[in-house]
């Protein structure tokens, strides 16, 4: 399973990404050293505004690139804002 997700940082601005591990991932972009996204070490990741399951990466890629290029699908899908930590301790209890 892949997971499709959108990230709101502190300062408003939206990061998509996809992982199979989205507790992990998401613990590594909050601690914002390697391997996290270079993107989010400047703009601090705050809340997970989507998130997405995908059968396999190749669809979690293909969708995620889809999100990035289409402005109104993006907005589209944001809904309730979840804090970060708050989902990769939900995520965590999963397993």
Do not use: W
Not at 11 to 29: F, I, M, P, S, V
Not at 41 to 67: F, G, L, S, W
Request: proline content about 3%.
């Amino acid at each position: 399973m892949y997971f499709v997700y959108i990230i709101e940082t502190e300062d408003g601005k939206l990061y998509t990404g996809q992982t199979n591990d989205l507790a992990r991932r998401l613990r590594e972009h909050l601690n914002g050293g390697r391997p996290g996204a270079v993107y989010l070490r400047m703009h601090r990741p705050k809340y997970v505004v989507y998130i997405e399951e995908c059968p396999d990466r190749r669809t979690a890629i293909r969708r995620e690139q889809e999100i990035k290029r289409d402005r109104r699908l993006r907005m589209s899908l944001i809904n309730q804002r979840r804090d970060i930590l708050e989902v990769i301790e939900t995520e965590k209890s999963y397993r």
